[in-house]
């Protein structure tokens, strides 16, 4: 690959935007089974993922335009008083083979522009897997706690500004 191939590969990504109701029930499985690929199998960690918050969160799904069908990543934005009075962006993921690409990068940058649109006068919250909070930092947000543990994975609560 050429010295662009990070552009060259988000480049080869579509980006959509989906309430629960408006996901097809496909995606719901490839979600729900990127999930738990990454964060149960590849992170050695069980926990419960299906907790209750999917059904009020809007969902960020990357696909291959070359195979729509190959989800290649995903977030969700929850909205602000269901998990934390904030708005909050949770279970960013990319698949192993993208990794490295810049695409959770990109979707973290789309998820951050969309809720300054919906809620323009609110900080966003994560909760942040403490390896990645250099990425997190480099995007505009700031920790504002100690690191924690989280199902046995170090964790550390960040706010993005206003």
């Known amino acids: 690959m050429n010295t662009n191939s990070t552009l060259q590969r988000l480049q080869d990504i579509v980006f959509t935007w989906y309430t ?3 996901l097809e029930k496909e995606d719901v499985y490839s979600l729900l089974q990127l999930r738990q690929q990454v964060f149960i199998v590849e992170q050695n960690c069980p926990y419960l993922d299906a907790d209750g918050l999917d059904q009020h969160a ?3 799904l990357a696909h291959l335009k070359h195979t729509p069908s190959e989800l290649a990543g995903y977030l969700r934005v929850i909205p602000p008083g269901r998990k934390f009075t904030e708005p909050a962006i949770g279970r960013l993921l990319t698949t192993q083979t993208i990794r490295g690409k810049g695409l959770g990068r990109e979707l973290m940058a789309q998820a951050i522009g969309f809720i300054k ?10 909760s942040a897997q403490l390896y990645l909070s250099e990425l997190y930092i ?3 947000f700031q920790a504002i706690s100690e690191p924690y543990d989280e199902d046995g994975i170090p964790h550390i609560m960040m706010l993005h500004p206003k």
């Open 117 to 126: 649109t919906q809620h323009p006068n609110l900080p966003i919250k994560i």
């Open 20 to 22: 629960f109701e408006q």
């Open 138 to 140: 480099d995007l505009g």
């Open 58 to 60: 809007y969902h960020l």
